[in-house]
C-alpha cells in the first residue's frame, strides 16, 4: 500500500540551528501536504497547507518565516524549523492523500519527527 | 464551527473487557468523514475505522466498531475485547468539505492486566 516516509525521525539539535524534516510519499503522487505539530499528550495541531508547486498557506499564529515549507514535487514536501529555541521542541507529522483521486478520505500520515531542541 | 469533543481524558479498562470511548461532533455541512486513529507512545497516527456521513450502516473493522448516531451527531468508537496492546491514545477526526481534519483532544486508554 502507499507509505509515506518522513526523515529523520528523531532529531536533536542546538538552539540557533535550523533543521529540515522530510517527508516523502514513496508510491504515490502527493499534490497536498499538511504539517502538524503536536505536543506531549494533546491534539494535532496544523501549522500549514502545502500544495506542489506553489507557496503554503499557513495557519493563523505560525510564522512562515520560522517554519519553511517547500513543496517543490509531488513526492517530496519539507519543513524547515529556522534558528531553532527549545520551544520549538515537539512532535511534528505530515498528512497526505494520493494525487488524482478527486473524493477521497484515504489519508496517509508520515511516521513523525520528534524534535528537541537543547 | 465546526468541532470534535472528546469529553474523556483518560480511561482505565480492565483487559478483555469492551470500551467505548466517546465522539461528538458539529458541522453544518452535509457530507464528511470520521475517522478514528490510534497513537501509540511510538508516535505513529494508525487509521482505525472511517465512517462517511452517508453510510447507511455502522462502519466495522475487525474489534473495532463506530457507534454512528447521525441525529444525535456522536460517533463513538468501541473496542470489544481489549488487548494490552489497545493501550495508547486514541483520536477522533472529522474530514471538512475543504478536507482539512478537525482534531478532538485525544483519550488516552490504559487496559490493565
Known sequence: ?118 | AQKITQTQPGMFVQEKEAVTLDCTYDTSDPSYGLFWYKQPSSGEMIFLIYQGSYDQQNATEGRYSLNFQKARKSANLVISASQLGDSAMYFCAMRDSNYQLIWGAGTKLIIKP
Open chain 1, 1 to 118: 500500500g502507499a507509505v509515506v516516509s518522513q526523515h529523520p525521525s528523531r532529531v536533536i539539535c542546538k538552539s540557533g540551528t535550523s533543521v529540515k524534516i522530510e517527508c516523502r510519499s514513496l508510491d504515490f503522487q502527493a499534490t497536498t501536504m499538511f504539517w502538524y505539530r503536536q505536543f506531549p499528550k494533546k491534539s494535532l495541531m496544523l501549522m500549514a497547507t502545502s500544495n506542489e508547486g506553489s507557496k503554503a498557506t499557513y495557519e493563523q499564529g505560525v510564522e512562515k518565516d520560522k517554519f519553511l515549507i517547500n513543496h517543490a514535487s509531488l513526492t517530496l514536501s519539507t519543513l524547515t524549523v529556522t534558528s531553532a529555541h527549545p520551544e520549538d521542541s515537539s512532535f511534528y507529522i505530515c498528512r497526505t492523500t494520493p494525487h488524482g483521486l478527486a473524493v477521497t478520505d484515504t489519508q496517509y500520515f508520515g511516521p513523525g519527527t520528534r524534535l528537541t531542541v537543547l
